[in-house]
Every structure is written in C-alpha cells, then in structure tokens.
C-alpha cells in the first residue's frame, strides 16, 4: 500500500478540538486572558518571567515569501496526512506559521534546564511554537511544532528565527535518525523564508546575514526534563505534582506495578528507561548530540533539539562535535554518564513524592500563592525531608544499578545486530561484550576507523572451509583509518579479531555443523547497517549549495538527500549525488565541528 492510500486526512481534520495539553495544564494567566492575540502580538514576543504556568498562548510571527523546500513523505504517512495537501498554498501557509487552522490557539512552552551543569533558570520556547496536536487512527498523539517561529516569552535575548543552514540539519537527521531505528522527534516539513537572520557565533566561513528557515517538526510531546525543574526550582509543588500526573496519564503512561514503586517512582522508572535505550542507540551508532543540557532532554528518551551534533566520520570515543564545549562535558564517551546526571535532575523534583511511597495521596504542599488563604493540612517539613530522603535513596539505586544494566543489555543488543550475532546461543552476554564487542571497539579506536564504511563492510566476511587465514585475506573489508599511512597497520591488527569474530560465528551452528550461513546473516546486517549516513561535510554540502546554485538545483540536491537519510540501507543508489556522497572519502585537514549558533 503506497503513501497516498495510506494518508486521507486534509489539514482541517488534523487538530484536536480541544488540545490535550492546553486544556490539562495552567496557561500562562497574561496569554489566556486576551482575545485578541493578533493586536497583543507586540506585547506577547516580549522576554518576560512567566509564573505558575507550563505555556504562553501567542502567534507565530509572519514568514515572509515562505518557500516549500522539502516534506518527508514517511513523515506525512506517519501523521495521516493527504500527500496532496502538499501542493496546496494552505499547506504552505499553515506551516510557515502565516495561517492558523480554526478552532487551534498556538503555544509556546516554559521549561528551565542545567546547561553544562548548572541551572540556568527559566528557559523555554524561544523560537518554537506550537500549532495543534492530532490523532491518528492508530491512536498515535502528536504534536506538530514550528522551529524559528519567531520571538516568545521566553526568547531572552534570542531574535527567535532559525537560519537555513541549521534548519536543513535538523530537518534532514531528524528522518535519518527515525530511519536507523533510534529514538527521535522527527520533521515534516523544511521551508525557506525571504527573512535575513544574523549569527555572530556562527562559523568563519558563513557569509552574513543568513537566510532564515521554518522546519515543521513533531513528537508525540515536548516535555523536557527542565519542564519539571522549573517549577521545582521557585517552590510550586503543585504544579510538580499537576505537571507529573498530565506526564504519567497521557504522555509517558503507567505501568502500573505497584512492586516498582509508586506512580511517581514508576514515572521515573520508565524515563529512566527509555533514557537508557536512546543513549544506548548513540553509542552504537556513532552519534554525538553535543548539547545535552537537561532542556534538551526528552522525558520520553527521544533525541531532541538538533545543534552541533554530528554522527563521527571515525570512531574517536573523546569526541567533541560542540565547538563551544572546550572542557569536553559532553564528549562522546560521556554521554551515558551525563545522562545519569540529567536524569538525576529530573528526579530531584520527583524526590518527595517517590520517598511518600504509599501515602503520596496525604502529602499537601504550601502554597506558593500569596493571595491564597493559607492552608492548614500542609505536611511538616520534617516529614517532608523524611520523603526526599527516602526518595533520593530509592533514586540513586535505580540510576546507580539499573540504568546501567538496561543501558548494557540494550548495546550490546543493538551491537549483537551490527555484527550479525545471534542472541539465542550459549554464549553469554558478558562473552559477547567482552570477547567481541570491546576488543572490537579497541581497534577501531587505536587506529580512529571510519565507523560507518567498516560496518557495512562487515557483513562481507565470510567463513569458508578454505580456513581463518584464507578468510581474513579475503575478506573485502573497508578499513580506512584517519590516517592513511596506518591502513596496512590496521589491517594487519584487525586479522586477530577477525579470528575471535569467525570462533563467534561458528558456535552458533548447532550439531557441530561448521557451515555458516553467511547470506542470511549478511542479508541481516545489511539492514542495521547503514550504507549512507549524514555526514557534517554532506549536511554542509547540501546547505552550502543554497549559496552556490539556483534555488530549484540546490532543492533537487536536498531532496536526493532526503532520500537517502529516509532510505540508508539501499544496495546501490541510481542517484549519483548520493553515491558520490558514499564513496567519497572523509575531507581532510577541516574542522566540521558546529556551534549551538542556529
């Protein structure tokens, strides 16, 4: 069944009538009182402290001459959208943010977050709003947002607009992403607006100013681990407690096992777990996120808010794709740590209500109102502390000893695939880790591989009767290190773990057959294994051409790349743009390193 079959909905069924979010949690009082948000749309783009609040009502700013540069087809299947709507003005309209659909209030929403450690204070939307949610058939929920909407609330000291340069970024990665299976919000749209946006931080060799961009991006909610801190940190419980029963019965859901804890202790317990699983797919992909500060992280373990990522050309564990990260924080060998932290500060707003266990229903918080009577069943504050206590302790444990195990179980899964293992054998999980995946990921360090082309490549080797040394000499593997003159080297070094790899290989076979089944386990890597992947220098390519060409050139190159970051694991591309990309080698002596500037 094609696409067009698959999507009948036009654009005027997609919202929901009410909004579940907006409807579920406090709206920013100064936004919900005015009726009129076109008149107020000078006083709403204003930076201000937004109190007791989880979002802003206002507009998106007017998109001048809007562009329809890109859609992603998988995208539009995945939200029930008529493919046709593409070509219509509406479409363009409603997602440049210049035509709001009936009966929909747009929002932006507030969130506080550590950024490189510490808190920042309040955050929020800066450039993204909020359109509708919708329901597919399938009953999936999502929330369709527009990137580089313009100012907000909570903008600070931002022009809320996104350039084109990162605009195509985030568009293009976000599909790629969805593509190899690992944990993201995802784009539907890319357009190009006539807007002329200003970066000071941007790279040396971006010309100014820069031509500004709306990407249409959805997720089935936005929440972040700052949504909570925020509250959290001026003391409005209520609002914790409000924010986390809206998280638990409509976004995250319950498990409901009472052995696992209460539902705020499960609500961490699965945050955790989905955390767990994406950074998990990270490591095992070579990704690099760059900026993982707790406002950029998701509470439903999605990769969110594409900046400086990039997906490494080598295999270099000290990676820094950031280049305003100068002490490394978030290298790529620290990610999974730095998620521990993140989801520690995610807890800490949960603490007391996890440590109440059973009798979280009797705790009363004060009042942060001061207009309101003062109540009299609050929980003393030495009660209160017993809580945190006990819910630090029930925290540290889960992160400490869990979120480890579930981060392990879920790589060497994932690294089981790439290499074509079979789970359902004798050999141990620690076996595998040990005897193979690591030594393996020792070499590819030592000599800084190309991560991507090797893996592809793996799936080449073949065990035959001609023996060890026969295969590995046969073996049509890519091994291009960063530096040319050790291929040889690293060659010769690899033979070794190609001897553990074909033991490996052969346990699986039962009643002692030494026959491998090398094209069903081929067929099965080739699938995991990517063929292209999103380079920096290919994203660079693509947006460098929008300066280079005429606008309809430079489109046709982002859609052939489109094409492959939705469909990376073809055998072979008719489009030569994409095999160029694929066989052309990481260029030298160029630091492809990006700056949060977007």
Known sequence: MGIRTMAARILETLPLRPQLLTNS??????????TDLVQ????????????????????PENCPNPQLL???????????????????????????????????????????????????????????????????????????????????????????YAVLRSSIREFLMSEHMHSLGIPTTRALALILSSREVFRDDAR???????????VTRFAPSWLRFGTFEIFYSRGDMDNVRKLADYTIEHVVKD?????????YARLLRNVAKRTAKMVAEWQAFGFNHGVMNTDNMSILGLTLDYGPFEMMDYYTPSNICNHSDDAGQYAFRRQPTVCIFNLFKFAVPLLEMIGAKNDVDTLIFPSIDRNAPPRSNVTDDDTRQMYRAAGKEWAAALLQN????????????????????????NTSSANDMNDVVIPLLDW?????????????????????????????????????????????????DLIPWLAIYRHRLLSEESNGNQVVDNAGRKQRMDIVNPRFVLRNWIAQE?????????????????????????????????????????QTPVPAGIDWRCSCSS
């Open 25 to 34: 949690l406090p709206a920013d009082a100064y936004t919900e009182s005015l």
């Open 444 to 492: 590819l360090t030592e000599y800084d591989i190309d991560y991507h082309r090797f893996f592809r490549s793996l799936s080449n080797y073949a065990v035959t009767e001609a023996g060890e040394e026969e295969d590995a000499k046969n073996a049509a593997l890519d091994v291009f290190p960063k530096d040319p003159s050790k291929t040889a080297e690293s060659k010769k």
């Open 255 to 263: 498990e409901g096992d009472d052995s696992l804890g209460n539902k």
């Open 40 to 59: 107020s749309e000078r006083l709403l783009r204003v930076s201000r402290p937004v109190y007791n609040a989880a979002f802003s009502y206002l507009l």
């Open 402 to 425: 869990e979120f480890q195990d579930w981060f392990m179980e879920h790589l060497l899964k994932r690294m089981r695939q790439r290499l074509g293992l079979k789970a359902d054998t």
């Open 70 to 160: 890109a859609v992603s087809e998988t995208a539009l299947a995945d939200i029930e959208l008529d493919p046709k709507s593409v070509e219509t003005d509406e479409f363009l309209q409603v997602f440049s943010g210049n035509h709001i659909l009936p009966g929909t209030r747009p929002w932006a929403m507030i969130y506080g977050g550590h950024q490189f450690g510490f808190f920042a204070g309040q955050l929020g939307d800066g450039r993204a709003i909020s359109l509708f949610e919708t329901e597919t058939s399938k009953g999936k929920h999502w929330e369709i947002q527009l990137k580089g909407a313009g100012r907000t609330p909570y903008s600070r000291n931002g022009d809320g």
């Open 542 to 582: 693509v947006s460098d051409n929008f300066q280079k060409m005429e606008l309809e050139e430079a489109k046709a190159v982002l859609q052939s790349c489109l094409y492959a970051c939705l469909h990376p694991f073809e055998d072979e591309y008719k489009d030569e743009r994409i095999e160029r990309w694929i």
């Open 204 to 214: 040396p060799d971006e010309p100014q100013p820069e031509r500004g961009a709306v």
